[in-house]
Each structure stands twice: as structure tokens, then as C-alpha cells.
């Protein structure tokens, strides 16, 4: 998932945030479940603001999690990092609909 945020939010506030959200399925095993993949900085992020792009890995012991139980994760992360970082989020068509805010109609 990619943020689009202020310049002057840091990746740890990003990682607590995730961290506190304590999503279902928010797998802390080995290699993490939050990760810090890159930032860009550049002219599609907006002045004063940074794309940070955050790993995350959801997981059940038991079986495979189908995307109907992670897009409401998704979602719930995506709200409050709106509310709560000022962020917006850069996604792309294979996100899924809960991360673009469609009501999948």
C-alpha cells in the first residue's frame, strides 16, 4: 500500500500507526508484518508531501485469507490513516474496490 503524506510524517509514526490498528489477519511472524518498501518523492506526490510505500502481511495458520477478509482490513487502515496522518492513498486497479472506496455495487 502506498501513502501519499506530508513530508514531515516519519516511516515509525506510519509503522505504530498500522501496528495500533490491530487489523485481523495482521500477520507478526518472521520478516514482519508491517514492512517499509521505498519512499518516491516527485512531482505525482504534490509539493511538500512523499509516497511511502508499507508491506503488509495478513494470514491465517489455517488457510488461505480470500481478498473479501483483507479489503475490510484494508479499508479500516486506510480510514484512519486518512484521519489520523493526513494521507492519501495511491493505488492501482488490482487493489481492489474496499481500498478504492467503491461500495462494489
Known sequence: MSLIVPESVTWARIERLVRSANLAGLDDGEGGAVGFVGTYRGPQAGEGKKSVTVRLRFRDPERTLRREEVDP???????????????????????????RGESGR
Open 73 to 99: 482490513q484494508m479499508a479500516a487502515l486506510i480510514e484512519i490513516s486518512k484521519r489520523e496522518l493526513g494521507a492519501q492513498v495511491r493505488c492501482r486497479e488490482a487493489t481492489g474496490a474496499a481500498l
